[in-house]
């Protein structure tokens, strides 16, 4: 139950705790803001932060995570976030129209409000509850990589990351003066321009990126009942990003970095008045971070961050505002066998809505969250191992705790074995609280949303191939949904989401091709599949590299899925084409072509999506 009470101590009494009892050392690691430099630092493999809160190379994570990195993303001719995690592994999708709509993230079967993202370690997304997170904001020309981690996440990162979780981490600065500039137009009058300069000197380095698309759309709705629905949908979107880096020293760096997203979209509702509709979102990170290794043992990450997310509603005279503001000390430190990682955080989450010029009085919303987390990793012969522990204290609810346990075997050279378990849980948002029918709707026993994730996995690898084969199994308690006749969120019984899914990459020749499959049965409190989430997907693709000429074809497949209403949306299969040809050493054309053969399919029932969609770039480095 729902109930106030006095705030836990302070995060400082928290960090002063862990600097007096720890003041031995680690091994020197980045902050969760790494440098593009320390991005190949571990025997030449991708270095993943995600699924530990420390660097390990990516052979070396127990956690299901993968690395898309910016090299990738430009090979793929990627147009927003939403296009690269629809060809990551697990992954499924949902949006209201077209590239810019609303949109949602589903990871393993989860919710998509299950699906933390985060941004250089930043929490962002809206803290109402029931708006899932606009990952499609976030601008790719920015991104210089994104893991993506599948599974509980929670022991590492609190509250939200029942499913998954996904964080960006942006481009920095460079030793020197550098940069480049990208335009492009594209099917339904789109036009797109980006550019991002580097300056760096021995100590000191900073980037400045800057970019603009603009599209008339097409509309959102299949089936317009009204003239005013039969317009097409468009958007403009501007976004910016800062990062400076200082290296002190060896031993001690500080960090600045900011991302700005804004974002004007146009849209239909289904229902009266007919009206031209539109909404403004505006999506912000800031952050401050600094890295200070005290001697060879021990090394000390200090973060403070703060987000919003806005969006106004003209057509109705609504805004809401969500903001998040983050402290956080990581220590890490090298013991005999492993690393041990101690943090401590505090977390302040707000919600306001306005109605006009008037602010609506929401008791519940302001939260904090005080937090204690402990971690290690450990080896012993052949046996790789991980375990985390985490204690969240909100002022709205009770405490909780949450854990993850995971270990991995190498039977050989070229094959493991390994197992993870791991504990989940989301607390209900301000808007779940009071619903949308005032007094009726008001649920002050609403409780978190509670989960339990296990999974078992084979894996082999070899330096040109890679195959994992996972089993999964997540077990969500008090799952929150809505009430038709109340217009308010009650609690479900046990949602249960099973899984088995394949996946292998390859290089060859002339580049590299690969695949996956998942089987996934998500079953909800009535025994039917969850809303929008197919049964069967499946993944195929092929990368060319020959000289100057770069080509990429992949083909994503999805079976029938279950909509609001009971009503199905139909199975498809689409086929993407992508290619880049080098102009000269500095500069290149790249040509994207989505769903060649124009499948017709929808990820919403009565929603459109792009027929066959075409881009043309051009992109000179400087």
Request: glycine share 8%.
């Given at each position: 139950m729902f109930h106030s009470k006095n705030n836990a101590p302070r995060l400082a009494l928290l960090s002063a705790a862990l600097f007096a009892l720890f003041s031995t050392?680690?091994?020197?690691?980045?902050?969760?803001?790494?440098?593009?430099?320390?991005?190949?630092?571990?025997?030449?493999?991708?270095?993943?932060?995600?699924?530990?809160?420390?660097?390990?190379?990516?052979?070396?994570?127990?956690?299901?995570?993968?690395?898309?990195t910016s090299e990738e993303i430009r090979r793929t001719g990627a147009q927003n976030l939403l296009d690269v995690l629809r060809s990551v592994p697990g992954v499924q999708l949902t949006y209201n129209g077209g590239p810019q709509q609303t949109s949602g993230v589903f990871i393993r079967g989860a919710e998509s409000r299950h699906t933390l993202?985060?941004?250089?370690?930043?929490?962002?997304?809206?803290?109402?509850?029931?708006?899932?997170?606009?990952?499609?904001?976030v601008p790719l020309d920015q991104i210089e990589r994104i893991e993506i981690l599948r599974g509980a996440g929670s022991a590492l990162y609190g509250a939200d990351a029942i499913g998954g979780v996904v964080q960006v981490i942006t481009k920095k600065g460079k030793k020197g003066t550098s940069g480049e500039y990208q335009v492009g137009l594209g099917s339904n009058n789109r036009k797109q321009a980006n550019v991002g300069v580097s300056v760096g000197g021995e100590s000191t380095s900073i980037r400045l990126g800057v970019g603009y698309q603009n599209e008339d759309g097409f509309s959102s709705l299949s089936a317009p009942r009204l003239?005013?629905?039969?317009?097409?949908?468009?958007?403009?979107?501007?976004?910016?990003?800062?990062?400076?880096?200082?290296?002190?020293?060896?031993?001690?760096?500080?960090?600045?970095?900011?991302?700005?997203?804004?974002?004007?979209?146009?849209y239909d509702s289904t229902f009266p008045p007919d009206e031209h509709y539109f909404n403004r979102n505006v999506q912000s990170v800031y952050g401050l971070n600094s890295s200070h290794k005290w001697n060879s043992m021990w090394t000390t990450r200090l973060g403070l961050s703060t987000s919003t997310d806005e969006i106004e509603l003209p057509n109705f005279a609504t805004e809401n505002k969500s903001h998040q503001t983050q402290f956080q000390v990581m220590n890490e430190l090298a013991l005999a066998g492993g690393k041990?990682?101690?943090?401590?955080?505090?977390?302040?989450?707000?919600?306001?809505?306005?109605?006009?010029?008037?602010?609506?009085?929401?008791?519940?919303?302001k939260r904090n969250t005080d937090s204690a987390l402990v971690g290690y990793l450990g080896q012993m012969g052949q046996l790789s191992y991980q375990a985390n522990?985490?204690?969240?204290?909100?002022?709205?609810?009770?405490?909780?705790?949450?854990?993850?346990?995971?270990?991995?075997?190498?039977?050989?050279?070229?094959?493991?074995?390994?197992?993870s378990a791991g504990t989940g849980f989301k607390a209900p948002g301000v808007q779940q609280i009071v619903g949308f029918g005032g007094a009726r709707s008001l649920n002050l026993n609403l409780q978190p949303e509670e989960s339990e994730n296990y999974e078992v996995y084979a894996k082999l690898q070899t330096p040109t191939y890679t195959n994992r084969f996972t089993v999964f199994n997540n077990e969500i308690t008090n799952l929150i949904d809505f009430n038709n006749s109340t217009f308010g969120y009650f609690n479900q019984s046990e949602v249960d989401i099973v899984g088995v899914s394949a996946d292998t990459q390859a290089n060859w020749k002339y580049g590299k091709w690969g695949g996956d499959v998942q089987f996934l049965s998500a079953k909800d409190a009535a025994g039917q599949q969850a809303l929008r989430r197919a049964k069967r997907t499946a993944r195929v693709f092929a990368d060319t590299n020959l000289g100057k000429f770069t080509a990429r074809a992949e083909l994503l497949a999805a079976s029938e899925r279950r909509d609001v209403g009971n009503r199905e949306l139909g199975g498809y299969g689409i086929t993407n084409l992508a290619a880049i040809y080098k102009t000269s050493d500095q500069s290149e054309?790249?040509?994207?072509?989505?769903?060649?053969?124009?499948?017709?399919?929808?990820?919403?029932?009565?929603?459109?999506?792009?027929?066959?969609?075409?881009?043309?770039?051009?992109?000179?480095?400087?």
């Open positions: 050392s680690t091994t020197a690691v980045a902050t969760e803001n790494n440098s593009e430099a320390g991005f190949s630092a571990i025997a030449g493999q991708p270095v993943v932060i995600t699924a530990a809160r420390v660097e390990q190379s990516l052979d070396d994570v127990l956690g299901d995570v993968n690395v898309v993202l985060l941004i250089d370690g930043m929490r962002v997304g809206s803290t109402d509850g029931i708006t899932n997170t606009q990952i499609q904001m003239p005013g629905q039969t317009d097409h949908d468009g958007y403009r979107k501007s976004s910016g990003s800062l990062n400076i880096q200082h290296q002190f020293n060896a031993n001690h760096q500080m960090g600045l970095n900011a991302l700005v997203s804004d974002l004007n979209n146009e041990v990682l101690l943090g401590a955080e505090q977390l302040t989450q707000s919600f306001q809505q306005f109605n006009g010029a008037t602010q609506a009085n929401f008791a519940f919303g522990l985490r204690y969240d204290d909100d002022s709205q609810y009770d405490s909780a705790t949450t854990g993850q346990l995971s270990g991995e075997y190498k039977l050989s050279p070229l094959w493991s074995i390994g197992a054309v790249s040509l994207r072509v989505e769903n060649i053969f124009e499948k017709k399919y929808e990820f919403a029932a009565g929603y459109n999506v792009p027929q066959r969609d075409l881009l043309v770039s051009y992109r000179q480095n400087f």
